[in-house]
């Protein structure tokens, strides 16, 4: 009877911790299951094989989540370099508007450097017109002035004519005359009025004693005014080339 009890204790203690031992390793399988990459029904297949083909076809679904999750991250890795590509493209395309936009005001300036160089040019040309303008009338007058002074000198000349050339006599109410030479021996003097005579007819000597030196002087025309004597005097140094003086006569 003692024999029969111990054996049934034994078997109970068995059974007992064969229970536990099972009830162990389910729970190690299910932390195992959780923490790893694996799947916890494959896990938990390995430790109790389970009958129920629901869990395996749970299985299977996801597995085939898993391989879709792998094929779009291969996806995504091929994806990545045409991004980087259009990446660079943007970056090009963004530096080459900043290129543009640097280069612009360059231009711009460049354009208003052309426009301001343009304007300096027509100025200066318009001055310089301006002042080929002023030259052309400044010559214009000078020669103007020179023609007019030209016609005066001929006006003048026909005017001093009859009394330098014509006149032969002393006329009334002169008082001036025109000395061209002085001698102080009778003879050269003579010989001078002789050639001067023949273009100045009235050419004639006239004595001055209270002279000592040269008293025989040589005058030609007779004029009533000092002005008249003294234009007369300028026309006959411009054509015989000699010096004239402008003397005051007697009655």
């Known amino acids: ?27 190690c399988g299910y932390m195992l299951g959780k923490s790893s990459v694996v799947d916890p029904n494959a896990r938990i297949a390995m430790i109790l094989p389970v009958e129920d083909s629901g869990l395996i076809e749970n299985s299977g679904e996801h597995g085939q989540e898993t391989d879709q999750m792998h094929s779009s991250e291969i996806n995504h890795l091929n994806a990545e370099p045409t991004h980087k590509i259009e990446l660079e493209k943007k970056e090009q395309i963004h530096d ?4 543009d ?24 040309r318009k001055v310089e017109n301006l002042k080929e303008q002023k030259t052309s009338a400044v ?15 001929v006006a003048a000349e026909k005017s001093v004519e009859p ?38 007819p009235s050419a004639h000597i006239f004595e ?20 008249k004597a003294l234009e007369a005097a300028k026309v006959f ?14 009655k």
Do not use: C
Request: cysteine-free; hydrophobic content about 35%.
């Open 139 to 153: 010559k214009s007058a000078k020669k103007t002035a020179s023609k007019s002074e030209a016609a005066d000198k």
């Open 163 to 200: 009394q330098l050339i014509l006149q032969t006599e002393k006329p009334v109410g002169t008082r001036y005359s025109i000395q061209v030479e002085a001698f102080g021996v009778q003879r050269n003097a003579d010989k001078f009025l002789v050639k001067i005579k023949q273009k100045y």
């Open 208 to 227: 001055n004693k209270t002279k000592k030196r040269l008293p025989l002087a040589v005058r030609i025309g007779y004029f009533k005014s000092y002005r």
């Open 1 to 27: 009877m003692g024999v029969i009890i111990t054996s049934h204790r034994n078997i109970i203690f068995w059974l007992i911790s064969a229970a536990l031992v099972s009830l162990l390793f389910f729970v």
């Open 96 to 99: 080459k508007n900043k290129t």
């Open 237 to 250: 140094e411009a054509q015989e080339k000699r010096s004239a003086m402008v003397v005051k006569i007697g």
């Open 101 to 124: 936009a640097k280069e612009k005001p360059a231009q711009s300036g460049a354009k208003k450097k052309d426009e301001q160089k343009s304007q300096s040019e027509t100025q200066q």
